[in-house]
């Protein structure tokens, strides 16, 4: 295991509700990411808290809203999504964001189907 | 498990031989590369990195080559393993960005056959 837990595994959703993903890790890093991958695409990175601020957001939709209330957890929220957001959602740590440690240690993911 | 990267470039490596996983990077002034592995169900791993001021690195059965001119980078993995089967992503980064972001490549599925 990677230190880096991710819940749900597994989520389905219709377009109209509302559900949040949950990144914990336990590794004491001052940095966490969301990337999405989707199938014939390479991750691509949504957003990057460092000491729970938000230093990125990789121009994405307002429907995906990231929290992070201290630098252990790491929350998605989900509101009125569109089946092309079916995807994996992985979940990732770092020591820090933009030092000389770029090593990322990835959650499991969280396959997201949206009906 | 999970499957990604469908229809990804797929190498097929007989077990105990060695395999050699390519990948062309997008940006010239990149410094930093890693490689990762994502077998079915799990995210992604770190196998082994590289920065721009070396060609070759080595770790424990994987070589990383890196050739900064024509942008191209590559995984060596000696005598394979059948748990070496998985999808393997280059990435690259601007250590200069201040957020570390890396820019991941679309990936290569190895399968590792008896």
């Known amino acids: 295991e990677t230190g880096v837990t991710q819940t749900p595994r597994h989520l389905v959703m219709g377009m109209t509700n509302k559900k949040s993903l949950k990144c914990e890790q336990h590794l004491g890093h001052n940095a966490m990411y969301w990337y999405k991958q989707s199938a014939k695409k390479p991750l691509e990175l949504m957003f990057v808290?460092?000491?729970?601020?938000?230093?990125e957001n990789n121009s994405v939709p307002s429907r995906f809203s990231p929290e992070c209330p201290n630098s252990s957890h790491l929350f998605l929220h989900l509101h009125t999504l569109q089946p092309e957001d079916s995807a994996l959602y992985l979940c990732a740590s770092s020591q820090e964001a933009g030092t000389s440690t770029y090593e990322q240690y990835f959650g499991p993911g969280t396959r997201l189907t949206v009906t | 498990g999970e499957s990604v990267g469908l229809h990804l470039p797929t190498l097929s490596v007989q077990e105990g031989d060695n395999s050699i996983i390519n990948c062309a990077y997008s940006n010239s002034a990149s410094d930093y590369f890693i490689w990762y592995k994502q077998e079915s169900g799990k995210g992604p791993q770190f196998i082994i990195d590289?920065?721009?001021?070396?060609d070759k690195r080595q770790g424990q059965r994987v070589t990383v080559l890196l050739n900064k001119t024509v942008k191209h980078l590559s995984l060596q993995i000696a005598a394979t393993q059948p748990g070496d089967s998985a999808v393997y992503f280059c990435?690259?980064?601007?250590?200069?960005?201040?957020?570390?972001?890396?820019?991941f490549g679309a990936g290569t599925q190895v399968v590792v056959t008896p």
């Open positions: 590289i920065r721009s001021n070396m």
């Open positions: 808290y460092s000491l729970e601020e938000r230093v």
């Open positions: 990435a690259e980064t601007l250590t200069t960005d201040s957020w570390g972001k890396l820019q």
